[in-house]
């Protein structure tokens, strides 16, 4: 069997971001999370000049899929909404102004998480029905007695009472 060498010891441990820096898959993660939060700086920025500082906690924001010209803001309530609606000319102009080159805003208000918690069944509180309860037995029973003795659907009754016991 051959085994692989055992790495020397005289190695140092990789810094983490030059791990997140190297890797194929995370480095392109790493590079955009960088990129919203310089996009989430220069906002802020655009948002204290216009005297909406306080709003800058509650605004999330990204590019639209595909396109690098279309912002993406979404908010936490209706209210805010309409506040950045209001003055979107004013900060596309703002944003210019910092480099940013974005020709237009989208706002939406992010849904709320909902109040109630589903909770999964379990297998021991759904109880199987045993048999036939009196009166299905009986509604069985008076059908079997309207029925021909030769008739195929008699069997089939008969066969039913006699598996489903109560």
């Known amino acids: ?34 990129d919203l939060a310089k996009l989430k700086t220069i906002i802020n920025a655009a948002l204290t000049k216009l005297d909406l500082g306080h709003l800058c906690s509650k605004i999330e924001a990204g ?3 595909g396109s690098q010209d279309e912002l993406f803001l979404l908010v936490s309530s209706a209210s805010i909404a309409t506040r950045l609606q209001q003055i979107l000319p004013s900060l596309i102009n703002e944003l210019t102004k910092t480099g940013l080159s974005c020709k237009a805003v989208k706002v939406r208000v992010k849904p709320a ?30 059908l079997l007695e309207k029925l021909d003795p030769d008739s195929g659907l008699r069997s089939s009754i008969e066969k039913l009472l006699k598996n489903k016991p109560k």
Not at 125 to 136: C, H, K, S
Request: glycine share 4%; charged share 35%.
């Open 113 to 142: 998480p909902p109040a109630w918690e589903v909770k999964p069944r379990l297998a021991t509180q759904r109880e199987r029905p045993q048999g036939l309860n009196e009166v299905a037995k009986k509604s069985w029973e008076s």
């Open 63 to 65: 590019w639209r899929s």
């Open 1 to 34: 069997m051959n085994f692989a060498p055992k790495p020397s010891r005289k190695h140092k441990a990789h810094d983490w971001m030059d791990y997140l820096r190297e890797s194929d898959g995370l480095g392109e993660i790493l590079a955009k999370t960088e």
